[in-house]
């Protein structure tokens, strides 16, 4: 095989790495973490649904469908939503402890949300402090305004509120706000809004890649795909 035609073999390997969405969010195992590590992903949906049952399985099978019919699927975890009923608080359906204090949670960009479900840092809920980043949709997108508001039915710091899900009114939040995420305002529950869901406590394996693994070597064929092209007697416009 001549070099032209090992250049244009590297030029499709590439193409065809990249398309099977290697770039693509959501980032399922964060960076920062190593094998063992625990953490949660908490995303926003990005269909929308009314609050009016006061039946939380309503809005686990909710986000739990907009979940699995996106990447986060891979991760065979279950979900929850981050919603309270008159019946189940937030907190205790998606199994969080008010206690804890090193759970890390993260979004679907791997950008560390908050870290400890109470408290007055920078925790899950906390009636003073911001998230660390905004939460997004599975695909790493985000909402703005009007689009970014999404159902809890619960206070800042996780109370359980007189407007939560199933009522003639409940409490929303902005997906797009740090501090705002959970409570801002109330809205009729026979509008259409956006629901948070939260994965169930997911561990690092062993044999996962190291960060940068998959992009250093994209980038190694890239190089000799370069190199090749160059070789080949290919030219192209040099700017200085």
Same mark, same amino acid.
């Given at each position: 095989?001549?070099?032209?035609?090992?250049?244009?073999?590297?030029?499709?390997?590439? /193409?065809?790495?990249?398309?099977?969405?290697?770039?693509?969010? @959501?980032?399922?195992?964060?960076?920062?973490?190593? @094998?063992?590590?625990?953490?949660?992903?908490?995303?926003?949906?990005?269909?929308?649904?009314?609050?009016?049952?006061?039946?939380?399985?309503?809005?686990? +099978?909710?986000?739990?469908?907009?979940?699995?019919?996106?990447?986060?699927?891979?991760?065979?975890?279950?979900?929850?939503?981050?919603?309270?009923?008159?019946?189940?608080?937030?907190?205790?359906?998606?199994?969080?402890?008010?206690?804890?204090?090193?759970?890390?949670?993260?979004?679907?960009?791997?950008?560390?949300?908050?870290?400890?479900?109470?408290?007055?840092?920078?925790?899950?809920?906390?009636?003073?402090?911001?998230?660390?980043? #905004?939460?997004?949709? @599975?695909?790493?997108?985000?909402?703005?305004?009007? $689009?970014?508001?999404?159902?809890?039915?619960?206070?800042?710091?996780?109370?359980?509120?007189?407007?939560?899900?199933?009522?003639?009114?409940?409490?929303?939040?902005? +997906?797009?706000?740090?501090?705002?995420? #959970?409570?801002?305002?109330? +809205?009729?529950? +026979?509008?259409?809004?956006?629901?948070?869901?939260?994965?169930?406590?997911?561990?690092?394996?062993?044999?996962?890649? $190291?960060?940068?693994?998959?992009?250093?070597? /994209?980038?190694?064929?890239?190089?000799?795909?370069?190199?090749?092209?160059?070789?080949?007697?290919?030219?192209?416009?040099?700017?200085?």
């Amino acid at each position: 095989m001549g070099s032209e035609e090992l250049y244009l073999s590297l030029r499709m390997l590439l /193409l065809l790495v990249a398309g099977t969405g290697a770039y693509a969010a @959501p980032v399922l195992v964060p960076s920062d973490l190593r @094998p063992g590590d625990t953490y949660r992903i908490v995303f926003v949906t990005p269909g929308m649904t009314g609050a009016t049952s006061s039946d939380i399985d309503f809005y686990n +099978s909710f986000v739990t469908n907009e979940a699995e019919v996106s990447a986060l699927a891979a991760l065979g975890t279950t979900w929850r939503a981050l919603g309270t009923t008159e019946f189940v608080h937030a907190i205790d359906n998606a199994g969080l402890d008010p206690a804890d204090t090193t759970t890390r949670f993260y979004n679907t960009l791997g950008e560390l949300l908050a870290v400890g479900v109470l408290g007055d840092g920078n925790t899950l809920y906390s009636a003073f402090t911001p998230h660390l980043a #905004a939460i997004y949709n @599975p695909d790493g997108v985000g909402y703005l305004g009007r $689009e970014a508001v999404v159902w809890t039915g619960t206070l800042a710091y996780g109370e359980v509120s007189d407007f939560a899900l199933g009522l003639r009114s409940a409490i929303i939040g902005f +997906s797009d706000s740090e501090m705002y995420w #959970a409570a801002s305002d109330t +809205s009729r529950t +026979s509008r259409a809004a956006r629901m948070y869901g939260i994965s169930g406590v997911l561990t690092v394996s062993a044999d996962t890649p $190291e960060p940068g693994t998959l992009g250093g070597v /994209l980038v190694g064929l890239g190089w000799c795909a370069v190199r090749l092209r160059s070789a080949s007697g290919a030219t192209g416009t040099r700017r200085g």
